[in-house]
């Protein structure tokens, strides 16, 4: 399925990204190049929910619809801080544990596993994964001898940025 790019910029043709040759790429490669970029926070946000993503700067505006059969999770698992959050914001969340690798295991409610990999977060601290629609689950995370477990879902009323998974 390939999301649709919508270009708002009051009539001119830029995109938010063009300086980095991004305008134009599927939205799975938008958000992995935003939650992998270091952007300044003041002149630059993106935010993803259930449906969008929306990117702005000081001279325009562009909005991604997500796929139809996908959705995004930003996930920041910590050990010590976190902060809540319900719709992630690729340029201003910041998690703990940067640049670290963990084992990550997600079910869906009948115990099917949709997801089951090792990720590494990027320097926001977040991990993403694209997930199927309209599940509900639990996420198993786990690092060395530390773990936890919690519930994740993926309906368009769903949260897209996770900071409730505190390693112990």
């Given at each position: 399925v390939v999301a649709a790019v919508v270009a708002l910029s009051g009539g001119r043709s830029d995109h938010p990204l063009d300086q980095y040759d991004m305008s134009g790429k599927s939205v799975e490669d938008t958000v992995a190049f935003l939650e992998a970029t270091d952007f300044d926070r003041r002149t630059f946000a993106a935010s993803i929910d259930a449906e969008e993503l929306k990117l702005s700067n000081e001279s325009s505006n562009a909005t991604y619809?997500?796929?139809e059969d996908l959705f995004y999770a930003s996930i920041a698992p910590y050990i010590d801080s976190t902060h809540p959050c319900g719709t992630h914001n690729l340029v201003t969340c910041q998690g703990e544990m940067a640049q670290e690798t963990f084992d990550v295991t997600i079910k869906d409610a009948s115990g099917t596993i949709v997801f089951d990999d090792k990720v590494?977060?990027?320097?926001?601290?977040?991990f993403g994964v694209w997930l199927p629609r309209n599940i509900e689950g639990t996420i198993e995370i786990s690092q060395g001898s530390l773990d936890t477990t919690g519930k994740i879902s993926t309906f368009s009323t769903s949260n897209t940025c996770y900071t409730d998974f505190q390693l112990n």
């Open positions: 619809a997500l796929p590494e977060t990027e320097q926001n601290g977040f």
